[in-house]
């Protein structure tokens, strides 16, 4: 099992690794190169020169290539050139880093429960009216535009705070240790500084987790569907075990192995592609980042966005994996009969 993880961890670095490269020649391959691009068409070249010196983009390609990755395992990862003061893009990176996590992690503590509902729930009345409504609902999720969505959640729910992690009147000064506001809050004892930091979180977690919910709910619907239809499910109900026992104690377990995988993926997804939620709500986050460092042209936050969403794909799936085969014995079995 240890030898399968590290060489799923292998195999998927490699693919970020590649992805990575191509994003950073393909920022060096932009017409006239990414002085221009940042500077402008009116740039004099005495000015994309200095640019080109100062960046060390007038190096070759496989030398800066090089060059970014040693300097990246020491946590250097350049400055962010057009963000005010031009602070290091690490510093920023571990600043709005926590503000997505949170964001992810809240939106999933919504999805999770109500998509294994309604999968639960569509499966146990298959083809009657609560199944309809169910596959409805998750057709919904899944087909509403995530903008639109937090465009109507701000219409609909005008008390409701809809920008920000905080009330602006607030100073997270001297109580911001961990970087989430709930926890830090809650550390500190401030009670309504906690209510604030919760409410800012309600219309954009609803938001972000309606995809995942729909998902969530699909895929349980059609693993319990399968689970249902097996032999030690008919050996389980012939023992006069009800309904309620059949799918909590014998289903659910059965079909939990696609639905971790599903979980994992879509943790993964949400802390890559917070994109529109954040930028519809103001979220301070990585996604927003990775929006302005894109509209800006501001190629060293965006190259170094994209390494650290890569890193976290790689360890969300790579444990998500491990953590199915520590569920299944038949995954661990196949793995160590193909070692």
């Given at each position: 099992?240890?030898l399968?993880?590290?060489?799923?961890?292998?195999?998927?670095?490699?693919?970020?690794?590649?992805?990575?490269?191509?994003?950073?020649?393909?920022?060096r391959?932009?017409?006239?190169?990414?002085a221009?691009?940042?500077?402008?068409?009116?740039?004099t070249?005495?000015?994309v020169a200095?640019?080109?010196h100062?960046m060390g983009?007038d190096?070759?390609?496989?030398e800066?290539?090089?060059?970014?990755?040693?300097?990246?395992?020491q946590?250097?990862?350049?400055?962010?050139?057009?963000?005010?003061?031009?602070?290091?893009?690490?510093?920023?990176?571990?600043?709005?880093?926590?503000?997505?996590?949170?964001?992810?992690?809240?939106?999933?503590?919504?999805?999770?429960?109500?998509?294994l509902?309604?999968?639960t729930?569509?499966?146990?009345f298959?083809?009657?009216?609560?199944?309809?409504?169910?596959?409805?609902?998750?057709?919904?999720?899944?087909?509403?535009?995530?903008f639109?969505?937090?465009?109507?959640?701000?219409?609909?729910?005008?008390?409701?705070?809809?920008?920000?992690?905080?009330?602006?009147s607030?100073?997270m000064?001297?109580i911001?240790?961990?970087?989430?506001?709930?926890i830090?809050?809650?550390?500190a004892?401030?009670w309504?500084?906690?209510?604030?930091?919760?409410?800012h979180?309600?219309?954009p977690?609803m938001?972000?987790?309606?995809?995942?919910?729909?998902?969530?709910?699909?895929?349980?619907?059609?693993?319990?569907?399968?689970?249902?239809?097996?032999?030690?499910?008919?050996?389980?109900?012939?023992?006069?075990v009800?309904?309620?026992g059949?799918?909590?104690?014998?289903?659910?377990p059965?079909?939990?192995?696609?639905?971790?995988?599903?979980?994992?993926?879509q943790?993964?997804?949400?802390?890559?592609?917070?994109?529109l939620?954040e930028?519809?709500f103001?979220?301070?986050?990585?996604?927003?980042?990775?929006?302005?460092?894109?509209?800006q042209?501001?190629?060293?936050?965006?190259?170094?966005?994209?390494?650290?969403?890569?890193?976290?794909?790689?360890?969300?799936?790579?444990?998500?994996d491990?953590?199915?085969?520590?569920?299944?014995?038949?995954?661990?079995?196949?793995?160590?009969?193909?070692?």
């Amino acid at each position: 099992m240890f030898l399968s993880a590290v060489t799923r961890l292998i195999r998927a670095a490699v693919t970020v690794f590649a992805v990575f490269v191509i994003v950073f020649v393909a920022i060096r391959l932009t017409p006239g190169g990414p002085a221009v691009a940042m500077l402008g068409q009116r740039a004099t070249e005495a000015e994309v020169a200095r640019l080109n010196h100062e960046m060390g983009w007038d190096r070759p390609i496989p030398e800066q290539l090089f060059r970014y990755l040693v300097r990246a395992a020491q946590g250097d990862l350049g400055i962010a050139y057009l963000s005010p003061g031009r602070p290091k893009v690490s510093k920023e990176l571990a600043r709005l880093f926590p503000a997505t996590v949170e964001l992810t992690l809240s939106a999933l503590l919504i999805a999770i429960p109500l998509g294994l509902t309604l999968g639960t729930i569509a499966a146990a009345f298959r083809d009657r009216w609560p199944d309809r409504i169910a596959i409805a609902l998750s057709s919904l999720g899944v087909s509403i535009p995530i903008f639109f969505l937090g465009i109507l959640l701000l219409l609909l729910f005008p008390s409701m705070p809809g920008s920000g992690r905080i009330d602006i009147s607030v100073s997270m000064r001297g109580i911001d240790r961990t970087g989430f506001y709930l926890i830090d809050t809650l550390l500190a004892g401030r009670w309504n500084l906690f209510q604030s930091a919760a409410r800012h979180l309600v219309l954009p977690a609803m938001t972000l987790a309606t995809v995942p919910m729909a998902i969530i709910a699909r895929v349980t619907r059609s693993s319990l569907l399968e689970v249902l239809g097996s032999d030690y499910i008919r050996t389980a109900r012939a023992k006069g075990v009800n309904r309620t026992g059949v799918l909590l104690h014998h289903a659910l377990p059965g079909a939990a192995v696609p639905i971790i995988s599903l979980l994992g993926l879509q943790l993964a997804t949400l802390l890559a592609g917070a994109v529109l939620t954040e930028t519809v709500f103001t979220w301070p986050g990585i996604g927003r980042y990775v929006m302005l460092a894109a509209s800006q042209k501001d190629y060293n936050a965006l190259q170094g966005a994209v390494l650290l969403l890569g890193i976290v794909f790689i360890l969300v799936n790579t444990a998500t994996d491990v953590l199915c085969a520590w569920f299944d014995p038949r995954i661990r079995r196949r793995e160590g009969a193909s070692e």
